[in-house]
């Protein structure tokens, strides 16, 4: 059902886009869908976004369209309402120089499709299609995508000095296809290598995120070890074989636990400069935590309280895909039966506040309340006290005597 939901959005954008084309054509203008969309029709892939090029200025693309929103109309690009999908549509361009290696200082509306698409990154993304299904191939692309190479478009030094995080998306490109990069591309990103400090964090780190989650995750860190990447990105590139088999699936978040798990340290630290989310930040110091312990002494109750499920499980599968798993739990069944086991699942059940505990003992509040609702938690889980309010009222008296 998936999978027929995405063809379904997916033909609805094809359908829109080349709406979209009929109607700049019909209006005096020419129009191509560009870009990744190319690749990944020629592969046989669902592309996700499909976006239009023209030689329509912004000005002239929304006299075309009744509804129509300005997203990026200084670089040149204003999203059409289409009733079955909305479409990007960007008037061709070429860029000034890169000051920061980051960003053009200016942008240039030209009206060559030539002009623009050498402007691109790589080959294999520099490929057009015209509205009745032409490929517009200037630069080798499809010969590129059929043999599994990522090569730059022209000079991949130039191309790197314009934008350095191209280098970064060579390298996910890779693990993303399993391409290998070409020569002299590679060479450009080992020459370029230093700009990457130009980058910030936030885009760099959106690229770990596609690596982590594509199929090739090893290709990308021996890339990054190889090409002296490495010393311009925060963490150590080490055990890079560790991630031979490793699948994190659509999370990234176990990519960055993983990644943090093959630190020296085995912390969570780094993720902070890569300016990931609290939510991931903490996702990821829990699995750490849980691994330690499961792989140090096994899990307590008080473990499987403590720990979120997901959590438990994907700190399992790590310490069973580094063969490191103890001898319980066996498996990842056990894990989701000992969770729903537990006598309570969440502090709120407790039946007994600090309150109780003030008006059984006759003293003041202190860090002894604290200590003790802790203790009773305990007992609860270990399942050597239940939680009822009696039972625990005689165990605290009773714990009091002694």
């Known amino acids: 059902m998936k999978r027929w939901h995405e063809n379904m959005i997916e033909q609805k954008a094809w359908k829109a886009a080349f709406d979209v084309i009929a109607s700049l054509e019909e209006n005096g203008y ?36 009744s509804r129509t929103a300005d997203v990026g109309i200084s670089h040149g690009t204003v999203l059409v309402i289409h009733p079955l999908s909305p479409v990007e549509v960007t008037t061709y361009r070429t860029e ?3 000051q920061d290696h980051r ?21 294999i993304n520099a490929m057009a299609m015209s509205g009745n299904q032409e490929i517009i191939d200037l630069f080798g692309g499809k010969e590129d995508l059929q043999n599994g190479v990522i090569r730059a478009v022209g000079e991949p030094i130039e191309r790197f ?30 020459k ?20 982590f989650v594509s199929e090739h995750p090893e290709k990308a860190m021996r890339n990054i070890q190889q090409s002296g990447l490495n010393q311009f990105l925060p963490g150590e590139y080490i055990e890079i074989g560790r991630w031979g088999s490793f699948e994190a699936g659509l999370e990234s978040w176990k990519g960055w636990a993983f990644f943090c798990l093959l630190q020296p340290q085995q912390d969570e630290k780094i993720m902070h400069i890569f300016k990931c989310s609290n939510n991931e930040k903490k996702i990821v110091k829990d699995i750490i935590e849980a691994y330690q312990s499961l792989i140090s002494q096994g899990w307590t109750m008080r473990n499987y309280f403590e720990f979120d499920l997901e959590v438990l499980k994907t700190a399992y599968e790590f310490a069973d895909y580094l063969e490191k798993v103890p001898t319980q739990p ?18 709120t059940d ?9 008006k059984w003992s006759g003293k003041k509040g202190g860090s002894w309340l604290k200590e003790t609702l802790e203790k009773i938690l305990t007992e ?21 005597t002694h």
């Not at 191209?166 to 990103?189: C, K, V």
């Not at 894990?335 to 729903?340: F, H, V």
């Not at 609860?380 to 039972?391: A, C, G, K, V, Y």
């Open 350 to 358: 407790l039946v007994i506040s600090g309150h109780d505990l003030i």
């Open 103 to 123: 960003r053009p200082d200016e942008v240039y509306f030209v009206s060559s499709l030539a002009e623009d698409l050498k402007r691109r990154d790589f080959t």
């Open 330 to 347: 066996k498996s990842v069944e056990e894990i989701e039966q000992n969770k729903a086991n537990l006598a309570i699942q969440k502090k």
């Open 192 to 211: 370029q290598a230093q700009d990457l400090h130009f980058i910030a964090k936030e885009r760099i780190k959106a690229e770990f995120d596609k690596i």
């Open 161 to 190: 000095k314009e934008d350095a995080l191209r280098m970064l998306r060579a390298i996910r490109f890779s693990a993303q296809l399993g391409f290998q990069i070409e020569d002299s591309t590679f060479e450009g990103i080992s």
């Open 96 to 98: 000034g120089t890169y």
């Open 380 to 400: 609860i889980l270990e399942n050597r006290l239940s939680n009822d309010q009696q039972h625990i009222k005689e165990w605290f008296l009773s714990e009091r």
């Open 30 to 65: 020419e129009a191509f869908i560009v870009g990744g969309a190319v690749r990944d029709s020629l592969r046989g892939h669902t592309a996700n976004d499909v976006d239009v090029a023209t030689n329509a200025v912004p000005v002239e693309v929304k006299s075309v369209f």
